[in-house]
């Protein structure tokens, strides 16, 4: 059974930085495609970014390019997920995904999740 554990989140202030890491294990992922979802109090959750198991096919989205960055360690079975220049706004729980199809920034239709990490940024 696959299994995603997030971990790396904490509390940081304004400006700081974070690295945020999912494990995966329970599968041979050659072939997945991996990534972030985020999801802030009472809103939605939504895309942050996604790779390819093989570290192609990245993409981050638009509102975090710049500060942003998706890598993948092939070795360690471990995604990270590098954020810079942390804002406010980017307090929300931090989920990692994975899917063996195509990518897709619908959350309902990947295949696995982990339970998630918390990103809280202050003033």
């Known amino acids: 059974q696959v299994q995603l554990v997030e971990s790396g989140g904490g509390l940081v202030q304004a400006g700081g930085s974070l690295r945020l890491s999912c494990a995966a294990s329970?599968?041979?992922?050659?072939?997945?495609?991996l990534g972030w979802f985020r999801q802030a109090p009472g809103k939605e959750r939504e895309f942050v970014a996604h790779?390819?198991?093989?570290?192609?096919?990245?993409r981050v989205t638009d509102s975090v390019k710049g500060r942003f960055a998706i890598s993948a360690d092939n070795a360690k079975n471990t995604m990270i997920l590098q954020i810079n220049n942390l804002k406010i706004e980017d307090t929300a729980v931090y989920y990692c995904?994975?899917?063996?199809?195509?990518?897709?920034?619908?959350?309902?239709?990947?295949?696995?999740w982990g339970r998630g990490t918390q990103v809280t940024v202050s003033s």
């Open positions: 995904a994975a899917t063996r199809s195509d990518w897709t920034n619908r959350a309902v239709d990947l295949d696995y």
């Open positions: 329970g599968g041979t992922f050659s072939g997945y495609m």
């Open positions: 790779i390819g198991w093989s570290g192609v096919a990245d």
